[in-house]
């Protein structure tokens, strides 16, 4: 039996039953009384865990995935919490503009399947996380940028809204009387939701939302929508996702190089810190930029690893929900 079939259903403490050598080469079925028990291996889904400390979004996605629901459901409307949340200006609706005042919007979704969608630099369009998934189940398509992805969700019945907020807008313009792009560590880039969720099964789907850089030049995208540098999953291994300034980000394929870290036995915790390493030693010397990445492996263990102090990301399931504080490569 397959380890990923041997875990499925699974969401207590499992005691793995295995037959020795000889047994299974004299008989199909060992007796109880002919079996070696291997030590317990722990197993913790359902379980979903996103960057920052998102109570809503995560209790969201934890509501759905306690009754049944599938880590992919519960991916979309957990970040769609954040997307809605006109208070948080790194995501959706009041998200900060790019310096020409438009705010665009990033995101992907990634499922048990491997199969990905994503929306890059979308304008007025409320829940990009939905669209991607439209893009995803819908379309031939992996990604779909700028104005094709705004009609496409005309097109799936999504409604035009303005997505720049009194607030966003004042502070755009206060930006303006200077126009330095400096983003401010923690603040500018701070709040994009990635989201990693195990469901009952033992089905890992993920999903990444954003508004990007604020004051970004038009047109750019960062790695938020990025499969495999915002996001990655592989439902063998697990999945990780990221925040902070893309570039660093897309320069690693990080989110790749993290599932594939855990692939070879590195523990998610293990896996982040590694990937926070290969950026900085593209980086020797600099401390003005802010990475934080979370990973969760198949079994529900999680880990978290950033550049700066002042990361954290929650983690939901049924031993309870908790906001961890990130250790970090740079001290303060
Ligand atoms: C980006 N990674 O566009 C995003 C920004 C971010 O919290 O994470 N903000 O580069």
Redesign the pocket.
């Known amino acids: 039996m397959k380890r990923r079939k041997f875990l499925k259903n699974s969401s207590t403490a499992t005691a793995a039953i295995v037959a020795t050598p000889f047994l299974t080469s004299c008989q199909d079925t060992p007796k109880a009384s002919e079996v070696t028990v291997i030590p317990e291996t722990k197993v913790n889904f359902p379980i979903v865990i996103c960057t920052w400390n998102f109570l809503n979004a995560s209790a969201k996605a934890w509501e759905i995935l306690n009754a049944g629901g599938t880590s992919l459901d519960a991916i979309e409307q957990g970040v769609k919490i954040e997307e809605d949340d006109t208070t948080n200006q790194?995501v959706g609706t009041g998200g900060r503009p790019d310096r020409d005042g438009n705010v665009t919007l990033?995101a992907c979704i990634m499922d048990k399947e491997g199969n990905c969608g994503a929306v890059l630099a979308m304008e007025n369009i409320a829940n990009p996380i939905s669209v991607a998934r439209k893009v995803m189940e819908d379309t031939p398509h992996v990604m779909l940028a700028g104005k094709g992805a705004e009609q496409f969700a005309y097109e799936k019945g999504f409604e035009k809204v303005n997505l720049l907020t009194e607030q966003s807008r004042l502070e755009w313009l206060e930006w303006k009387k200077t126009s330095e792009y400096k983003p401010i560590i923690n603040i500018e880039?701070?709040?994009?939701i990635g989201m990693l969720a195990i469901d009952q099964n033992g089905d890992i789907a993920g999903g990444c939302t954003?508004s990007?850089?604020g004051y970004k030049m038009a047109g750019r995208v960062?790695?938020?929508p990025i499969i495999g540098a915002?996001l990655f999953v592989d439902n063998e291994v697990g999945g990780a996702t990221?925040?902070?300034?893309?570039?660093e980000?897309v320069r690693t394929v990080g989110s790749f190089l993290i599932v594939e870290l855990m692939r070879q036995g590195k523990s998610p915790q293990e896996a982040c810190e590694e990937g926070v390493k290969r950026i900085m030693a593209k980086n020797e010397g600099r401390n003005d930029f802010q990475i934080g990445f979370i990973a969760i492996n198949k079994k529900g263990e999680t880990g978290g690893y950033c550049v700066q102090p002042g990361f954290s990301y929650r983690t939901y399931s049924k031993e309870g929900h908790v906001n961890n504080a990130s250790e970090s490569y740079l001290t303060p």
Do not use: I, Y
Request: no cysteine; glycine share 24%; aromatic share 0%.
């Open positions: 790194t990033d880039n701070h709040d994009t954003t990007g850089m960062g790695d938020s915002g990221a925040t902070g300034v893309g570039e980000v």
